[in-house]
């Protein structure tokens, strides 16, 4: 019985130390697949944009949504100015634990790209970056897209 009671104590404390961690590295795997998701979106506007001549944009969280982004195809080869939800992405996706998706040096909440594969941004502006936040607001991940149409994370 007092073998019982020793094991049990010792499975106790390692459960006690091994729970944080477990935590921790869990919801680090959340915000790996969150910012994959995303730079898949944007691998995958900037190849349809090539492929159909028309330019594709991811678009990020508008007014009253947070935590979204929809991948959409303009009407020209430029100057798009209707956008439809592209096949595939007919929803807002939902980007599960993160609190903030910031994209900064573009003239609006998306990033567009060309049917040459660059992206368009703001003027003067040389990349773009969709910052990944955690419920503290701390940057986890960044994306980069440069005006070449590179994406990659920081």
């Given amino acids: 019985m007092l073998e019982l009671i020793i094991v049990l104590s010792i ?5 006690g130390i091994a729970t944080p961690v477990f935590l921790q590295w869990q919801r680090s795997v959340v915000y790996r697949t969150t910012v994959q998701d995303i730079v ?3 691998r995958d506007a900037r190849s349809r944009s ?18 979204q982004y929809q991948l959409q195809y303009g009407d020209r080869a430029a100057n798009s100015t209707n956008w439809t939800a592209a096949d595939g992405y007919l929803d807002y996706k939902k980007v599960a634990a993160v ?17 040459n594969g660059s992206a368009n941004l703001a003027a003067l502006a040389t990349s773009a970056t969709v910052t990944i936040r955690d419920a503290d ?14 994406i990659r994370i920081k």
Avoid at 11 to 15: E, K, Q, R, S, V
């Fill in 11 to 15: 499975a106790a404390i390692l459960f």
């Fill in 40 to 42: 898949s979106a944007l």
């Fill in 50 to 67: 090539i492929s159909n001549n028309l330019q594709h944009r991811v678009e990020f969280a508008p007014a009253g949504i947070s935590n």
């Fill in 99 to 115: 609190t903030s998706l910031v994209s900064s040096n573009t003239t609006s909440n998306a990033i567009v790209f060309n049917p």
């Fill in 137 to 150: 607001g701390n940057d986890r991940y960044a994306v980069e897209v440069t005006t070449a149409g590179r």
